[in-house]
């Protein structure tokens, strides 16, 4: 049972647009999320997260909504660059749960034309 | 400050042997998590060490163990390989154990077996 899904595998958009990852969730008790971003060739590298407290974090190009109501979290990138392409990853975890591991979704691969 | 470093880069095992991975923590971290991410998947929790001590462990078999050193560096053994464990293995590395959130990741080895 996938507790953490992206359903899209692919995105395409052009430079300069919005860039809208969605990924959704069905344990209620996730309280913080996460997002990576994934080059080939190397490991994940955090990008942004967001507490449940919260419904929005900001971090200049870099937006992470989430609607707790719908379990569902989406990052969004403006203006969309072509160095953005890389597959990016919706984490989510439990905070101080048992065993304080991430739980992630399959990713959606993310390319951004000129 | 230095990052999470893993080695080696690539293995190739044949079924039925043993393999040890290596992966040093981002300085001041005392936090470890291993993660395998087979083709097309996202990364998938192993375990994770604290303070060298086990601190939570995923939905993989007892020939998968590890440990943690008073440096916080850690192993990854895994015995008896199957062609299944052909994978990426990921380090991860945070402060604060269960509370830690955030974690960041090394560039993976990845593991062929044959």
């Known amino acids: 049972d996938q507790q953490v899904k992206q359903n899209s595998p692919s995105l395409s958009v052009q430079e300069g647009r919005i860039s809208i990852l969605n990924c959704d969730y069905t344990?209620?008790?996730?309280?913080?999320f996460l997002w990576y971003k994934k080059y080939p060739a190397e490991g994940p590298t955090f990008l942004i997260s967001?507490?449940?407290?919260?419904d929005k974090n900001e971090d200049g190009r870099f937006t992470v909504f989430l609607n707790k109501s719908a379990k569902h979290l989406s990052l969004h990138i403006v203006p969309s660059q072509p160095g953005d392409s890389a597959v990016y990853f919706c984490?989510?975890?439990?905070?101080?749960?048992?065993?304080?591991?991430?739980?992630f979704g399959k990713g959606t691969k993310l390319s951004v034309k000129p | 400050e230095t990052g999470v470093t893993q080695s080696p880069t690539h293995l190739i095992k044949t079924r039925g042997q043993q393999v040890t991975l290596r992966c040093s923590s981002q300085?001041?971290?005392?936090?470890v998590s291993w993660y395998q991410q087979a083709l097309g998947q996202g990364p998938q929790f192993i375990f994770q060490?604290?303070?060298?001590?086990?601190?939570g462990r995923g939905n993989f078999p007892p020939r998968f163990s590890g440990l943690q050193f008073p440096n916080y560096s850690s192993e990854l053994n895994v015995n008896a390989l199957e062609l299944d464990d052909s994978a990426l293995y990921l380090c991860?590395?945070?402060?604060?154990?269960?509370?830690?959130?955030?974690?960041?990741f090394g560039p993976g080895t990845r593991l062929t077996v044959l």
């Open positions: 991860a590395s945070s402060d604060g154990g269960l509370a830690g959130n955030e974690q960041f």
């Open positions: 967001i507490s449940s407290i919260k």
């Open positions: 984490a989510a975890k439990v905070v101080g749960g048992s065993q304080g591991n991430l739980i």
């Open positions: 060490y604290y303070r060298e001590e086990e601190n």
């Open positions: 344990n209620s008790m996730f309280d913080y």
């Open positions: 300085s001041g971290h005392n936090t």
